[in-house]
């Protein structure tokens, strides 16, 4: 039964190597994590992705803290003219804001936008807040929703509305300013690798694919299954543009009025994208332990035969007293069903017990990420399984590694080139230049992702793959989402 | 030296007495918990007050999964039509509304309303995913930021833009959303009482004051020291009203479509500034321990000799292990200074630590509520402390109470009403009618808050306090923020 069970309900989701985007969109909508709304291109994040976002809020949130950020809250929206002072800034945003124009019955004098992006508000209060040095560094984040008008929209990877964090810096020097950019970018790939089990390329964007006013953007960059880039985070060094926008100074000791640098940092709820397209398989979601809502779920088999579900029952209160998320599938659905539907859900291990396991005192344990089986005694479950599940987190992260690493080719000469970016990263010698970068992207649809930065091109005597010139920069370049 | 610049700093402060309006703008503004903006109406929470609220939302997120709710996210924006569709509900909340009508460049065909709360977009989805009694109840609970267009605003108290958690729930039955009402409404007066040390009168809201569409709503009201009211949180079973507006059916066990019956429920940072103006007092904030950013500050005295900051450095390591907030001011301010700033700033105990102290193996432990002070051994600390905060948190509840008892009245005649209402509350029999409640309000000031539940009026055979036509209910009138 469990056979025929199983086929009826993986049929449902289509494979990944026929269709990907309906693979993820399957795994998105049959997994309840998000649903379409009313609102052209706004998602609801339902409770089982909601879950996974909460898992990764706390685990961000305590590396801010560790690092020294205190959390805030700014307001939602920013006057027009606000938003105008800062030229690059405005230029990259203006087109995808929504705009209130009436409040009540009153129709406003000065249009309202919806918070693209807060470094305008957040700018607009620092200047008020920074007087001397004694204030700096001022180390800010805010968890909140942001909206930026989307024509074509995906739940998670691109929605009109998403929830984010974003962190806004102060600091006296450029270097410190820097030093901090780079900090975050480091907390961003430690908290990717470590706790979504993605490995992540770190580099620097280039000017075209930089944030809208930043001095340097710098990126984490993941390899998904179908070989596409998706940006995971970016951290950026603001230098002095915004403070000279937003009129953000301090006095110095020297007792000089002096420019402060600043920086912002944001990861979203596209991470969860993430997560659903790393790890993945054609039975659904495979989630990396330290986000899974339930990290063990407990099957009863022949649940009606006395002692089972008293066992089932003691077992739950085990792994919670262990500190595991664990949940007790008590449903009356079969066993067969209740198999597939969380291994569709993606949860890490399945436990399995019934009267034979009783009787040795042991249980059975299914790896959701490999669908290997073993037994293990019922004492030291609350050993055996967080071992367990550190090890999922590390053959996850090996596999999407390899991965990435199969699929990224050093390439020379643009055939290589045009064939690397069909399936992976194609990371190559680069010019530097904007009119270059447009038209491999017209050509191949490849993007610049990120380039090294403790590589010199120029040392090296590369030149671009593409126009031939003197290369700059050792580039990865990828398609993406 | 402590007198003098003790004196200098609290004199920036308003007295409670003089003018309870400037006293809490004062502890709000030089306590950096909240700050205006450039959006009017829209305030920023500042690093102090977020962590109140942080803080606050932990122990309130707690309860909630404890009693089977889970957390999702609704989009922030709802076309014109989808809150049109419920009647009474449009007529509340359509004047204070904050609508988008331009997206990008495109101007929209519909106006999108920016969410005053969310009943009706959430109705829509509950009405996509409810399909049969087997999916009921459904429990969800989104914490995310509203609009409504307020013309005069207060930080925390009256704002267009605000942070609040709203529960909304689907049930078979309306006694199964009646139970939830009141199951959540519990809740809160529990997190109330328990959490910010706030006595809170529950009850029923009048025709007048309930939530436009609820069938009835249900509230927590506190008292602030100038004697006015300040609701707290409400809890509404809105029977099938919006069921029928939202189309939320399902098939019962019986295979008839059936109306479902739903409730919502609601708290916001609005209680942060109701912490501040029961609590406080004139040398500023007076925070409950278990809402304290930091429940205890070490002060060293005499920071220079020999040992001191050691000290108190291992004092910090050991409150911190013990599970408390600490921090420890090294900053090179004066001891005095330092006293003053960490009492403005409400934090429930510092403790003081010098060389003599040193030789004793003691410390002074300093009650932010009573002022009062006493030796207490360094060993056992992670033990006296944690005592002393749950007995300071008794106090400030035992306080707030005998503060709201002093100014609650049950009042004959509508002299004695009148004059009760000047201060506190009134307590008396009322008609339950709303020509009577608008025109207590035009002579008095004074509105419903809300009335018992167990108390049968019309049985006792009473009057109205007003109009003098036989009373429905027991009810609490007062002024309220």
Redesign the interface.
């Known amino acids: 039964m469990g056979k025929n069970n199983n086929e009826e309900f993986v049929q449902h989701i289509a494979s990944r190597t026929e269709d990907f985007a309906k693979w993820y969109t399957d795994v998105v909508l049959k997994n309840d994590m998000a649903?379409y709304?009313?609102?052209k291109g706004?998602?609801?994040?339902?409770?089982y992705g909601?879950?996974i976002?909460?898992l990764m809020q706390q685990q961000m949130d305590q590396r801010f803290k560790d690092t020294g950020h205190?959390?805030?809250?700014?307001?939602?929206?920013?006057?027009e003219s606000?938003l105008m002072k800062e030229a690059e800034h405005v230029e990259g945003f203006a087109?995808?804001?929504?705009?209130?124009?009436?409040?009540?019955?009153?129709q406003l004098t000065e249009?309202?936008a919806?918070r693209p992006t807060s470094e305008t508000?957040i700018g607009?209060?620092y200047s008020?807040?920074i007087q001397s040095y004694r204030d700096l560094p001022v180390l800010?984040n805010q968890w909140?929703?942001v909206?930026r008008?989307e024509k074509s929209t995906r739940p998670f990877l691109r929605t009109?509305?998403f929830?984010w964090q974003e962190g806004h810096t102060a600091h006296a020097t450029f270097d410190e300013a820097q030093e901090e950019t780079m900090r975050m970018l480091g907390v961003y790939k430690d908290f990717a690798e470590n706790v979504l089990a993605i490995p992540v390329l770190t580099g620097r964007k280039s000017e075209k694919e930089k944030f809208a006013g930043a001095y340097a953007t710098y990126t984490m960059e993941a390899m998904m299954q179908d070989g596409k880039a998706l940006q995971m985070g970016t951290s950026h060094n603001l230098a002095d543009n915004f403070a000279k926008g937003y009129d953000i100074m301090y006095l110095s000791k020297e007792g000089k009025q002096e420019y402060c640098y600043t920086t912002s940092w944001g990861t979203s709820t596209r991470m969860i994208g993430g997560v659903i397209m790393v790890h993945g398989d054609d039975r659904g979601l495979v989630l990396p332990p330290r986000v899974a809502p339930y990290q063990v779920v407990i099957v009863p088999i022949a649940a009606h035969k006395e002692g089972v579900m008293e066992q089932a029952k003691a077992l739950l209160a085990t792994l919670k007293a262990a500190g595991l998320r664990a949940k007790l599938d008590d449903s009356d659905q079969s066993a067969g069903w209740k198999f597939n539907q969380w291994e569709m859900k993606g949860v890490p291990v399945r436990l399995e017990v019934g009267p034979k396991d009783i009787e040795n005192r042991q249980v059975v344990l299914v790896r959701r990420d490999t669908h290997e089986k073993q037994f293990a005694p019922i004492e030291g479950l609350g050993q055996t399984l967080p071992a367990l599940l550190d090890d999922i987190h590390v053959s996850l992260f090996n596999r999407a590694l390899a991965n990435r690493e199969a699929h990224t080719q050093d390439v020379e000469g643009f055939e290589a080139f045009t064939q690397a970016v069909q399936g992976g990263f194609a990371r190559a010698p680069w010019c530097g230049e904007r009119a270059c970068e447009d038209e491999i992207k017209a050509l191949t649809g490849a993007s610049t992702r990120c380039y090294l930065l403790d590589y010199d091109a120029g040392a090296h005597g590369d030149n671009c793959v593409f126009c031939g010139k003197k290369a700059k920069h050792m580039m990865y370049f990828g398609k993406a989402y």
Not at 42 to 47: Q, T
Not at 70 to 79: G, H, K, S
Request: proline share 8%.
């Open positions: 649903d709304s009313e609102v706004c998602m609801v994040i339902k409770p909601y879950a976002w909460e205190v959390n805030a809250y700014f307001p939602l929206l920013i006057p606000l087109p995808e804001v929504a705009w209130v124009t009436q409040g009540g019955t009153e249009r309202l919806i508000i607009t209060m008020k807040w800010m909140c929703n909206m008008w009109s509305e929830l």
